[in-house]
Every structure is written in C-alpha cells, then in structure tokens.
C-alpha cells in the first residue's frame, strides 16, 4: 500500500494542490482515488463564493459607481477562477491516469 501511495503523489500536481487522499483502493490491478474531485471542487467553490459575498458587501457600503466596478472586477476574477479550475481538473485526470498505469505495470494485468 505505501508503493502505491507513493507512486501516486510523486507527482508535483498532487503534491502542489494540497489534497488529502481518503482511500487508496486497488482493484483488479487498478488504482482508484475516491472522492479526490469532490472534495478540492468543493473547496475551491466555496472560497469564490466567499471571496464574492466579502465584496459585494464591502463594495455595497460604498457608493453605486464603486459598486458596479467592484461587480465587473468580480464576474473578471470568476472568469480567470473558472478558467483554471478546468485547467486544474484536466491535469488531475492525466495525473491519476498516469498513477493508474504506473500501478497497473508493477502489479501486473489481471486476464
């Protein structure tokens, strides 16, 4: 199980986004990180939102013309969020696959 373990976070994108790693299950020869997306899109998700609501309050007490700068800038920085929470998903899927294949080789396909 460490093998595995290790395998699967010798790579810099798992390592640099921070996550916890609930359940390393192997099947088949086959390595499955459950709930790894949820768990970091739920995060990232609720700091935006966040992040969002401090705004507009902080923005609403100021006056109307701040107001709509303080929006634009906002729906800007929601854009760049989205943007590369993609980016972060796409290289999470090469990342496990990778994983997958490399445990896959050292246990050996199952016929």
Do not use: P
């Not at 790693?21 to 088949?28: A, G, P, Q, R």
């Amino acid at each position: 199980m460490c093998l595995c373990t290790d395998l699967l976070f010798s790579n810099n994108f798992i390592i640099r986004s921070r996550m916890n790693v609930n359940e390393l299950l192997i099947k088949d020869g086959l390595a499955t990180v459950t709930t790894i997306n949820q768990i970091e899109n739920k995060r990232i998700a609720n700091e935006v939102v966040r992040k969002f609501i401090r705004a507009e309050l902080k923005a609403e007490k100021s006056e109307k013309g701040l107001w709509m700068t303080s929006s634009i800038g906002i729906m800007d920085r929601l854009s760049n969020l989205k943007h590369k929470l993609r980016d972060w998903t796409d290289n999470l899927k090469r990342s496990l696959i990778s994983a997958q294949s490399r445990i896959t080789g050292y246990f050996g396909k199952k016929k």
